[in-house]
Structures are given as C-alpha cells and as structure tokens.
C-alpha cells in the first residue's frame, strides 16, 4: 500500500484541488471558472474529463487490458461508432474488447459464461466476431451490434487462432497434444468440413493468415526446436514447406514503396497484400526476443528488426494493419498494451496503453491526496488514479468488500460501501482495513451529511433499498430511517445541497427527490418526464445547478448524458455527452488548469507563424511534441475542438495563424 502526504491538503482557498465531491458534502471551492468535472464512464471502465462548460477534454483512464492474444481490426461502420476499431481478444479476462482505434477508448466489451480463455479471433461473413473459447472447446459467435453471445458456431479441442479463408471458409487450429490440426468449417453454417492440414510436429500453430499469394501461413512454435513458420497451399492444404525461422506468433504485410494507380490500389485486401499476386513484405512477431522482425516476402530473406523506439515492448503476439497505415501489435505485459508503429520505418506512432485496475467502476471519491480513488464493482477493490496520469493501482481491498458501490472520505479514512455483505467498512490512508462502520442492508450511495441542526457534527447517510437510512457519524450506530420518500425506487447517489437540503437521484423513478436536510421530511420532485435512470448527483461550483447523470436505454434516446437542473427543478438541458461515455457513474468537481490558447502551440502565449512547425510536430509524431514542449498542450492544436488533433484541424489552424477566425 502506499501512504501519502496530507500535511498540506484541505487548506481552503485557491490553493485546495477538491471541489465537490458528488458523492458527499461541499468541501471547498476554488476560484471560479477553473473547474474539471469528471465522469466515471463504466461501460468503458473510464472517467472522462469535461471543463467546467461542459465540453469533453480528454480520459483519465484508457481500456483495460490484462494479456492481450488476438485482434482483428473493423471498420467504422460496423464498429458501433464513428472512428474504425480493434477487436481483442483478453485471454486473463476472459472477455473481448472492443477499442476506438481513432481515441483508444474502449467503446464495448463482451463476454459470456462460455468465454474462457479466449484465443483467436475473426470476422464471420455475415459481420459477426468469431472467438476461440479454449476451455469450452468451442469456437463461439457474438452479435458487434447487441454483444450478445449468439452461440456455438463449432466445435473442437483446444480450439486456437482462426481465419476466414478465401473461399469465406473457416480455418480453425485444433491445438491437441499431437498432432495439432487445421480444421475447416462451413462458413455460414459451422458445419466441419474435415481436416484441412496436419501439424505434424510437436507444438503448436500460434496464428493462421491467408495472404496474397494464395497460401496459408502458420506461425509455428514446435518443441524443442523453436520457432519457425510453415506454409501450406490455400487450396488443397499440402504442405509446402518452412520459412522464417524466428518465434512468430503473427504475420502482416507491408504497403509497397513504389507508387501505385488509383485502381490497383482499390484492389488491395484488408492486410495490404497486392491482388496481383505478389506477396510483400510479411512481419513477424518474436515474443520472447521482445521483437518484430521483417522479411522479404518474394524470397524470404530476413530483413532485420523492424520495430524501432518502442518504450517498453515486450511479449508482442498479434499484428494487424491499421485503416491508418500503422502497424499494430498487442503486447502482453509491461504494460498490456496495443502498440501502433509506422508501417514504413518501424518507428514508434502510439500506444493504447491499458492500466490496471478499472472494472466496472461507478462510485468515485477524490481523496485528500487530490487522487481519485474509482469503487471497483466486479472485482471488488478500491483503485487509486493519478488524475494527471491516469496511472492507477489497486489501493484497497478485504474479504468483506464485495461490490463496492458508494465511497467517500472522511478525516484522512475511506469509507466503501459493501453491496453483497451489508456494511460500510472503513480504510485508513495506506489502504489498510480498519474496521466494519455500519451494517446497512445492501447499501449503494453514500455521504456525510449534518447530525443536527447547529450541532456542527456529520452523520453517515446511506441509500439502502427504498430508503435512506443515517448513522450515527462517530458510533456507526444506526439512528434510524432518515426517509423513505414519495415512492424512493432504488435510490442511488445521495449529496447535501448548497442549501442544506439532501438530494437524492431515484433510479428507476425515475426523478430527483429533495429532503429537509435537518428533518428528512420530504420537499418536491423534478426530473419526471425528463430524466431516464438519473443516478449520481453534483452541483455545479460556479452556477449553482444540479448535474444528474442519465443512463439511457434502447429507445429512450440517442447518448448518454450528464443532465443540468436548477436547484428549483427547471431543465436547462443536455451538460456533457460524448461516446466514450457510456453508463455514467459517480461525477466529480475538482480544480482544473486553466484552458490553453487555441492554436498556440509553442505556448509563448500567442498564435503566429511560430506556432506551425511545432503544429506539424504534435500532429505527426505527439512523443516528440511532448518532449519538445513538455508545457504544452498538444489539444491547443484542437481547432475543430472533437477532442483530439488531427488533419480535421489545419484548416482551422491556417484560419488561426492568420487571423481569419
């Protein structure tokens, strides 16, 4: 566990990160207008970042990946959003991601209780995600629209990576002790159509890849003699022969360097391999060499290494060409990432870089060291983020702590609350268990509220069932039912208005209801009509309104949202919405920087000709941007403001620099 530096925090005034926490009570304001308001988004296991406007800035956190095995890439307009994406397969997780390629958010994920070990991973003619699930000796079938698992498409043993053959035939490795099999399946109906090719080795087939030349490439590991690739004919499955001696777990090829027209480039499949039968150059992937390697792909011959200033790579397994030309590679540790290279010189482009820790969070706190600490749903900890770096770390846990929901604190201790075992449990500053609280009945949201009018002592206040209970704040003793509402229907988040009152977000009500906050006798309600499963609640620094988060579903509308109510219940509309925020949770304020100068790039504090080159630097390469101007805010070259920069920003930029705009 680690411990952290309190002496300075909670000092009021400019100078205190925290604002108001949404789960809790109003702490301390900073000085308006430089406020961030952050989202815990947890379908994508992210909190997303809006300025104090209610525009998207950027994520905390990115995808949460453990050992990443296969990916497959799909295009935009089937990848339930507007950028193309990367399908991959989790193998410690036993789920399939599916991750923004354009922002490396993770945009859905998928799994089952017959999804264990996934392996390899294809497309199915008809669109859907085909999955090697190892230990149910099965290859299954989800729905890219619903995330639905469909069902058993085949089966066999120890199924491994898989491919749609030129024929729209599935080719499947049966990894058995030996000898390993290609299996070939119908491809629309997943009947076996029989052994395609033998393995007679003793190992086992890492990859399968059809490529332009019409064969049938199988990354090979066999024991005890390494590593080597082996080829069979597309057509009849005979053996042709090994090539590439190297670890391979993956193939890709090259676009070519010379210049090709317009209608030869049209024919080009998915990978870059050429219609007109030449095969270029392939990629192998060398997991425990921590490397790539090229090859010629007419004759062979071993080109070197080809992955250059990666920071970090290690265990590479699978590789795919991006929409965007770059090369990428999932690697399994160091940390699980998906890697993008430069397709022609092998030089580092970008990570989506996986953290630790995010799974299914809702409830979130901002601790007195000014991080954020997420509740953990499904794996039942307490995770830590840098708000800065996004770098987390699991901060608590205990054997009493299954799903944790609410979390606040309170005198340098983290209160949680335990879902599944009926209790408020209570964690000092290192993350060290201290002791159980409060024994409420499958409590949610949670927040310290008055003991009494004057008394200038707080109590424990907790949403459990359909009713809001309170505690006695020093004891943890129950003091009784503080309201059981006008119809409280799954109440969830709970905060202690600027005008004393509590405010409680009834889910399935679904409305905001207000209570007396010294009595608990009910005041009004609003949101009827308006608001769809509103769940978490903070008020706005600055303004003064009510933030509620609503969680829509199929037909109720288009995204989900953060929604803003005066304090008297009037709408004044849509807050923040963005796509990487899916199923909102827990909502903080917390101090942020001051918004950079559109188009000032080498922020000497205006936008000139000075600006261009260091414009063209963050556009093209962003790590050398962020060494050159480590100050600087590459999203200042956002022009178009869509949360990322981009070619879509020059000409805005051009209108900057200028003077047009």
């Known amino acids: 566990m680690q411990s952290f530096d309190t002496s300075t925090r909670f000092t009021g005034g400019a100078t205190c990160r925290l604002a108001v926490v949404g789960l809790g009570i109003l702490a301390s304001i900073a000085q308006a207008g430089t406020f961030d308001l952050l989202v815990v988004s947890k379908n994508t296991d992210a909190v997303v970042r809006f300025d104090d406007s209610g525009q998207y800035r950027d994520l905390v956190l990115a995808p949460n990946l453990s050992f990443p095995r296969d990916m497959t890439m799909l295009p935009a307009q089937v990848a339930r959003g507007v950028n193309d994406s990367i399908a991959v397969t989790d193998l410690a997780t036993n789920t399939l991601h599916l991750i923004d390629l354009a922002t490396g958010t993770r945009t859905a994920a998928f799994a089952c209780p017959q999804l264990a070990l996934p392996d390899g991973l294809t497309r199915a003619a008809n669109g859907d995600l085909l999955v090697s699930s190892t230990s149910a000796q099965a290859v299954l079938r989800f729905d890219l629209v ?3 698992c469909v069902g ?6 120890s199924p491994g990576a898989l491919a749609i053959g030129p024929d729209g035939h599935l080719y499947a490795v049966s990894n058995t002790i030996f000898p390993s099999q290609i299996l070939k399946f119908d491809g629309q109906t997943g009947a076996p159509m029989g052994v395609f090719a033998t393995l007679n080795e003793n190992g086992s087939a890492n990859s399968l890849r059809f490529f332009s030349d019409g064969n049938l490439y199988v990354p090979f590991t066999a024991v005890p003699f390494g590593g080597r690739t082996k080829v069979f004919d597309g057509i009849t499955g005979n053996f042709i022969g090994d090539t590439f001696n190297s670890f391979g777990v993956a193939l890709g090829d090259d676009d ?10 049209e024919e080009e499949d998915d990978l870059g391999a050429s219609a007109r039968g ?17 090859f010629d792909g007419a004759s062979g011959l071993y080109m070197g290494v080809f992955n250059m200033g990666i920071p970090g790579f290690f265990l590479p397994q699978s590789i795919r060409f991006g929409p965007d030309g770059n090369l990428y590679v999932s690697q399994t540790a160091g940390p ?11 030089m580092f482009q970008r990570a989506i870089t996986a953290l630790t820790g995010a799974n299914r969070p809702e409830y979130a706190a901002v601790g007195p060291d000014d991080a954020i600490y997420l509740a953990n749903t499904f794996d039942n900890n307490i995770v830590r983020v840098d708000p800065i770096t996004g770098a987390s770390a699991v901060f608590a846990s205990h054997s009493t702590l299954r799903g944790p929901r609410g979390i606040a604190w309170r005198d340098n201790q983290l209160y949680a609350a335990s879902f599944e075992r009926n209790r408020v449990l209570r964690f000092d500053m290192d993350g060290n268990f201290v002791d159980t609280f409060a024994t409420p009945s499958e409590p949610e949201g949670i927040a310290f509220g008055p003991a009494g009018a004057g008394t200038g002592q707080t109590d424990l206040y907790v949403s459990s069932g359909l009713q809001v209970r309170r505690y006695n704040g020093d004891s943890g003793a129950l003091v009784g039912v503080f309201t059981d509402g006008m119809g409280l229907f799954t109440p969830k ?3 202690f208005g600027p005008d004393g009152d509590l405010y409680v977000a009834n889910f399935f009500g679904p409305n905001i209801q207000v209570f007396d906050g010294a009595t608990g006798d009910f005041l009004r309600q609003f949101g009827d009509g308006s608001v769809n499963r509103p769940a978490h609640l903070a008020f706005h620094p600055d303004s003064g309104n009510l933030l509620v988060t609503e969680t829509v579903f199929p037909g109720q509308g288009t995204m989900d949202q953060v929604l803003e109510f005066t304090p ?5 509309g849509p807050f923040a919405a963005m796509p990487a925020l899916q199923n909102p949770g827990a909502m903080l304020f917390v101090a942020g920087e001051p918004a950079g100068l559109l188009g000032d790039l080498n922020c000497d504090g205006v936008v000139s000709v000075g600006d261009i080159n260091p414009f063209v630097l963050a556009l093209t390469d962003p790590a050398a941007y962020a060494a050159a101007f480590p100050d600087c805010d590459a999203l200042n070259g956002d022009c178009n403001e869509d949360g990322q920069i981009s070619v879509g920003d020059i000409n805005c930029f051009v209108a900057l620099v200028t003077g047009t705009r």
Do not use: M
Not at 278 to 294: D, Q, W
Not at 568 to 572: F, I, K, S, T
């Open 256 to 265: 070519p360097d010379e210049e090709e027209d317009e209608e030869e480039e």
């Open 336 to 346: 699980a990432s998906i890697v993008g290279l430069d397709s022609q010189t092998g």
């Open 493 to 495: 988040g709970l905060t």
């Open 278 to 294: 030449t095969l270029r150059n392939i990629f192998v992937t060398e997991p425990f060499a921590n490397a790539v390697h090229r």
């Open 152 to 157: 058993t498409f085949a089966n066999l043993a």
């Open 568 to 572: 008297a219940g009037a709408l004044v």
């Open 146 to 148: 619903t995330g639905a």
